[in-house]
């Protein structure tokens, strides 16, 4: 844990204005495809090529010398590569680095050169990159939602809208100490690393940590590796066990943790680790018990928040009855329905030019009346003897008037297609399926009969001198502002103006 | 860092037996009433945990007020562990020999005759005494409350009784039926500590949730964890320019521009609750910042806590206005928890921190955000006792940060005075003096700060229309910025991600708009808007809109299913985006599509996605 080399701080916490060599970075292809990569310094030799790596999308050639020290954010251009001196050679690196398995082909191609006009100090300096028309991509910084989409999927993974309502309903801030288990593909590791997260150099500060745990081995290492390349291993300890049978302690010793997450088949089986006093044993478990004195994994005067995340309801059953069973309170189960919104110009119109998106029927009664009587007036027309005696024409002069001039196209009409039509909204095509049921629940700090003694010392009763009623709104203003006066001094007063305000501002 | 033990003068909720709660200021030796559930000494909960149930007790016959026990979870669920024993989970009850309800092996609900303690029905029905099955008026109820006798179970018993059709109930009525009586009557409550989650739970069921916007805790989340929110990095302060009275607006301490790190841009029409939701996640919500309080003994911590009170009236006798730059000084760039010892700050030092800060722009002329009081914080109080929040918080109108020059504060030059007239001045008159400087230098301070951009995320829940909001806040986020704004109602979104879309941005990178010639980058980043291009669409990626929803159920044995008393309301929208740093000129955006040979991972992709993205 405890690396003699300068801790860099995770480019998922402080990303610093610019992209960074060695750094991972995020580059978005298009809506919803997100690479991530570590850019490198095209440095000498590189897997036999002597200029640094390229990626390759469908949006063109990338070399990483035109991503690197760029404002994060950036929309970057392809370049033309020069593939003919060495020809093709592609290598589908997938999963062989974790994080890095990009799914997509990496080339590394005999091309080097400065990008954004950054002096770049390596490779065939001086020689201009081309700017490709394939496209462009943008790159963007590391977060928590955007590993969730990216990761390399190794397991079933928590997305954001469990995630960030879980760790908000688990109180996980800044300086908290959570265990989670298991670690899976670490989607909800990040978030929770993002959430404890409070620095590192100020002396004194217990500093927020995620204590991992995983048993399923090449996971483990997988997971390990990435946290190390995500500069997170000094914020999440990871362990190899399987916490069934050996519980939460790390080295022996008390995570102290006051925020648990369970996403494992059998919660129930890990809970009466998470006890505050020693779990009574459970059946066919040696009675080894008063051997080692218990020590629990939780912090022994906080309040320790609890979340499990289950797929089935009889799983839920199983935990919430454990949980109350060892002393857990207000437990509630939730699950959390989440819906993504399109917006799009509706466009619907008879007289609209034929283009992707326009729907070519009546935009309303009116339009529908005016084409009918145009096919009437058609209709009609045919019907008649082909040429009148006079020689005139004036059916088709009928059609033109009822038409207002409409007779096939308006060409005006699609002139702003991003304003014409009316907006909508239309929720995702396919209807997200139910992922987990969540169960919450709060183990209170154990208060002994020592612990009310000492409280009551302290504060001694029957010295009430006034009373503070819940009851009616006005009344609670009357009798608070009496509390006050009983107070002296101005920051009271203050306090008074506040209450005054909170109450004035929920009024 | 919040505490799991109540403290004096905190504000806590009270959750009462109905599931309602209140939030209270626990004030020593106060009487904490419950009205009908009756009262308790406030002394009685001060340094207990948060979270225990407590019961209000018989009064002693020798003592005048009530006292409290903490109830344990085994007897909390005495009756669910009863249900559960039985041989089907599926359809408890209907035992006809064991009474739901026994007086002997403890459970809370007897159902007995006050009097002889005799047990007077069973599940069935059966055994129910005739005289019991009277019903009970409501005077009674409240005589029996009155005197308050066995913590309110006999009500609860008696109303039971008086239910004539109790013994033609099916046993799941007969469970849901207790359970609503037991809510009423039992005087039980929870003291839970007044954070983000359970206040705007609070506000939002039991106030007026139009006050926050009906901003749900699925929507605080989405919202932070969007927007990136977190602790942004060690507290980093400017040098103290030792500004002396008699120097002007050039003693000021210069922004240094990479010193900003880890600062949020926020909108917040939701009375503040939004900006405790950012300051929670960036670790500055809490008073109490120095966590080892709860590992110091009892003892120690109060001393501690003296010491600090002595120290702070002190301060408050010295000059006629301390305010909190002199509680303790910014020391020259030092880092929370490190400064140094205290030296009096001079009138132009910023109490700022340049990381870790929040920054709230605001429509009317004071920032409006009450609901920070709840954390002992006021952002309009002139002076402060010490909050991680002055350190943290700065706040300004749009006048300031637009027009800058038509804001009185910012634009009037500041008070000089030579020492000997200064000296000649009563104290109240100098501490104005000092105060106005003060004010001066940090209007500056935070104005310039605003306007120097470079913003690590913007976050909103605002009335106001968010095209607005974005055109002038685009241009202070940081390349690759989050953009995360919560609206109640999806319309205002909808218009927002219209002014992003494909055909927008495809005909603005076209670069054939009139509008757009001869227009740099930069200008094209500050752009004004016209009808055609409210905002410049390739400011913005990866736009989207959703909505969260939770639901909650109910889970005991053998009836586990939704809530249907779910409160209505609406489900509330989340918009999110990264800032983008669009390349100069024309750019093609043709990309190179071999059709039918998908590569691989691209197969799912929607057509939006194959969309080029100009
Ligand atoms: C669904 S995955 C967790 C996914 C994770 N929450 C995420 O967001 O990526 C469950 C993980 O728990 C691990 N696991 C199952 N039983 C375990 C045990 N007894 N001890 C430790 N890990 C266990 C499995 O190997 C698996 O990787």
Request: with cysteine; proline share 6%.
């Amino acid at each position: 844990m405890t690396s003699t080399l300068p801790q860099t701080v995770s480019p998922f916490l402080e990303p610093g204005p610019r992209t960074k060599p060695n750094s991972l970075a995020v580059l978005q292809l298009s809506r919803d495809n997100f690479v991530p990569v570590y850019l490198q310094q095209a440095s000498g030799e590189h897997d036999g090529y002597v200029e640094g790596a390229v990626i390759n999308t469908r949006y063109g050639s990338f070399p990483h010398s035109t991503l690197l020290n760029v404002p994060w954010g950036s929309q970057v251009r392809a370049s033309k590569v020069d593939t003919g001196s060495r020809g093709r050679k592609r290598k589908w690196q997938l999963d062989e680095e974790a994080g890095r398995a990009t799914s997509e082909p990496i080339e590394d191609e005999k091309e080097t050169g400065n990008g954004a006009g950054e002096e770049n100090g390596d490779g065939d300096e001086g020689k201009q990159l081309v700017t490709d028309t394939s496209g462009f991509i943008h790159v963007l910084p590391p977060t928590p939602e955007i590993w969730t989409t990216s990761l390399p999927h190794r397991t079933q993974v928590v997305y954001t809208p469990d995630a960030s309502y879980i760790l908000h309903r688990i109180r996980a801030r800044p300086g908290s100490t959570l265990i989670e288990a298991g670690a899976g593909s670490g989607s909800f590791t990040h978030a929770s690393a993002r959430a404890v997260y409070n620095g590192s150099l100020v002396k004194g500060k217990r500093p927020g940590k995620v204590f991992s745990f995983e048993f399923h081995e090449e996971r483990y290492h997988k997971m390990k590796k990435e946290l190390s390349d995500h500069a997170l291993d000094g914020i999440v300890q990871l362990t190899h066990r399987d916490v069934y049978k050996d519980g939460f302690l790390v080295d022996g010793k008390s995570p102290e943790a006051d925020a648990v997450f369970l996403d494992l088949p059998a919660p129930w089986e890990a809970l009466p680790l998470l006890s505050r006093q020693r779990p009574q044993l459970r059946e066919g478990e040696a009675g080894e018990a008063g051997a080692n004195p218990w020590v629990s994994p939780l912090h022994p005067k906080k309040s320790v928040f609890i979340c499990t995340f289950s797929p089935c309801v009889e799983q839920v059953t199983r935990t919430v009855s454990t949980l109350r069973h060892l002393g857990w309170v207000d437990i509630e189960m939730v699950e959390i329905a989440n819906r993504k919104l399109h917006t799009a110009r509706d466009r619907v119109g008879l007289y609209l030019p034929v283009d992707r998106g326009v729907n070519s029927s009546a935009k309303d009664i009116e339009e529908a009346i005016t084409k009918l009587t145009e096919i009437e007036e058609r209709f009609r027309e045919n019907a008649r003897p082909k040429q009148p005696a006079d020689g005139s024409e004036p059916a088709k002069v009928a059609s033109k008037a009822a038409t207002n001039g409409k007779t096939s196209v308006d060409e005006a009409a699609l002139k702003y297609p991003w304003l014409d039509g009316r907006l909508v909204t239309r929720g995702e095509p396919e209807i997200k399926t139910h992922t987990s049921y969540l169960v919450f629940a709060v183990l209170p700090m154990v208060w002994t009969a020592e612990d009310e003694a000492t409280a009551l010392a302290r504060y001694p009763i029957g010295n009430e001198k006034f009373v503070v009623s819940l009851m009616g709104k006005a009344s609670m203003k009357e009798e608070r502002r009496e509390a006050m006066q009983q107070k002296q001094g101005n920051r009271k007063s203050r306090r008074k103006d506040r209450d005054e305000k909170l109450a004035e501002a929920e009024g | 860092m919040y505490s799991s033990i109540i403290r004096p003068n905190t504000w806590v909720a009270i959750r009462l037996p109905s599931g309602v709660t209140r939030n209270i200021l626990v004030t020593p030796n106060a009487t904490i009433s419950l009205g009908k559930y009756g009262s308790f000494p406030a002394n009685l909960i001060i340094e207990r945990p948060y979270h225990v149930t407590f019961e209000i007790e018989d009064q002693r016959p020798d003592e005048k007020y009530s006292r409290i026990r903490i109830v344990p979870a085994s007897e909390l669920y005495a009756e669910i562990f009863a249900d559960e024993e039985s041989p089907d989970c599926s359809a408890p009850t209907v035992d006809a020999a064991k009474p739901v309800i026994s007086a002997e092996d403890g459970v809370e609900f007897t159902l007995v005759d006050a009097e002889s303690g005799k047990l007077v029905t069973r599940s069935s029905g059966e055994v129910i005494d005739e005289n019991a099955r009277q019903t009970l008026t409501q005077e009674e109820i409240e005589e029996l409350k009155r005197e308050g006798s066995n913590a309110g179970k006999d009500v609860i018993a008696k109303l039971m009784l008086s239910h004539t059709a109790l013994d033609q109930k099916t046993s799941f009525s007969l469970a849901k039926y207790k359970l609503l009586k037991t809510k009423k009557y039992i005087r039980r409550f929870q003291i839970l500590p007044v954070d983000v989650p359970n206040l705007a739970h609070w506000q939002l069921e039991e106030r007026d949730a139009s006050k926050i916007l009906d901003l749900r805790a699925e929507m605080i989340a989405l919202v932070g964890s969007w927007g990136n929110v977190h602790y942004g990095g060690d507290s980093v302060y400017l040098g103290d320019p030792m500004a002396t009275c008699e120097q002007g607006e050039e003693a000021l301490a210069p922004l240094q521009g990479d010193l900003l790190n880890g600062r949020w841009l926020v909108v917040d029409d939701t009375g503040g609750l939004l900006v405790a939701a950012i300051a929670e996640r960036m670790g500055v919500l809490f008073p109490e910042l120095d966590e080892d309080e709860d590992s110091l003994d009892e003892q120690a911590r109060r001393e501690k806590r003296e010491r600090r009170e002595a120290e702070k009236e002190a301060e408050d006798n010295q000059d006629g206005d301390v305010d909190m730059a002199d509680a303790d000084d910014p020391a020259n760039r030092a880092i929370d928890g490190a400064r140094p010892k205290k030296v009096r700050s001079s009138d132009f030092a910023i109490p700022y921190s340049q990381t870790n800060t929040i920054t709230v722009v605001h429509s009317a002329s004071q920032p409006s955000l009450p609901f920070l009081g709840y954390w002992d914080f006021d952002a309009v109080a002139p002076s402060h006792a010490e909050h991680p929040l002055c350190r943290h918080l700065m706040c300004l109108t749009w006048l300031q940060l637009l027009k800058p020059e038509l804001d009185t504060a910012y634009s009037t030059p500041p008070l000089t005075a030579s020492p000997e007239l200064l000296g000649s001045w009563k104290p109240s008159r100098r501490g104005n003096f000092h105060r106005k400087r003060r004010r001066f230098a940090r209007t500056r301070h935070v104005v310039e700060a605003t306007r120097a951009g470079g913003f690590s995320g913007l976050v909103c829940a605002s009335t106001m229309d968010p095209i607005s909001i974005l055109k002038h806040t685009l241009p202070l986020l940081a390349g690759g910025a989050p953009v995360s704004m919560y609206s109640p109602t999806l319309e205002p979104l909808a218009a927002l991600a219209d002014c992003f879309s494909v055909s927008r941005r495809t005909a603005w990178t076209s670069g054939t708009l009139p509008e757009m010639v001869a227009k740099t980058v930069e200008e094209l980043e500050r752009w004004e808007g016209s009808e055609q291009f409210p905002l410049n669409p390739t400011l913005l990626l990866g736009t989207s809109i959703q909505t969260s929803r939770a639901r909650r159920w109910q889970v005991l044995p053998g009836r586990t299913h939704p809530l249907m008393t779910e409160r209505g309301g609406t489900d509330g929208y989340v918009f999110t985006a990264w800032r983008a740093k669009p390349a100069a000129g024309k750019v093609a955006a043709k990309g190179k599509f071999k059709r039918r040979k998908l590569e691989t991972g691209s197969a799912a992709e929607s057509e939006a996605a194959d969309t080029p993205k100009a």
